[in-house]
């Protein structure tokens, strides 16, 4: 959602600053019509997925049961990410390492932070974090150009979306999300290397 609202806003001021800021029934069009398609989508999403919905809402109890799911253990995982801070503890050993550092009990076998930042500093220490620092600097170098149209933007917010949904889980642990978004990012990145080659 936040993803598709940062690209909403961003389409409507183009629109705006293209228009001389002159707001008419045609300068809202489009953007009516994808905020009808995200509430559209929403709704049928949530009417599908309802029942799961509603079961993991009454499973919890207050903000502070919600808090502690998954928010108490990032400490420890920054006491373990500390404690190994030149090259980390290894890549895959997080399962292994953790309990030395972990001084609540938990009934789950926790296999990674399900936290990006938390994760690469865990795992690869200061190179990880620097890494880190790198794709978020490519990111916004990528957001800054000033030839991208709104598909290149709908891509670049779809990532940036599941950045920041890996601060609290671990999708792109998984290879089809990874590859997924660095397939759709390589589109963006070349967009000028392709334009140019047009050109000549």
């Not at 002159?22 to 995200?38: C, Y």
């Not at 399962?95 to 001084?103: I, K, M, N, S, V």
């Not at 190179?127 to 598909?151: D, Q, T």
């Amino acid at each position: 959602l936040l993803g598709q609202a940062g690209l909403g806003v961003w389409l409507l001021r183009q629109r705006q600053e293209a228009r001389g800021r002159v707001q008419g029934p045609a300068a809202w069009g489009r953007g009516g019509a994808a905020l009808l398609v995200l509430g559209a989508t929403v709704a049928v999403g949530g009417y599908v997925a309802w029942e799961k919905l509603w079961a993991e809402a009454e499973s919890v109890d207050s903000v502070e049961e919600l808090r502690r799911g998954k928010l108490d253990v990032w400490p420890m995982m920054a006491e373990a990410a500390r404690a190994c801070p030149v090259l980390g503890m290894g890549r895959g050993a997080f399962e292994a390492a953790f309990p030395r550092y972990q001084t609540a009990p938990n009934p789950n076998t926790l296999t990674h932070p399900e936290n990006a930042v938390l994760q690469l500093g865990a795992e690869l220490g200061v190179p990880g974090l620097v890494l880190l620092a790198v794709m978020l600097w490519g990111y916004l170098r990528l957001w800054r150009r000033e030839r991208l149209g709104s598909l290149e933007r709908a891509v670049l917010a779809g990532a940036g979306a599941l950045g920041l949904h890996n601060l609290f889980d671990f999708s792109l642990e998984l290879p089809a999300c990874a590859v997924a978004v660095l397939v759709a990012l390589a589109a963006v990145a070349r967009l000028e290397e392709r334009e140019g080659a047009a050109v000549a």
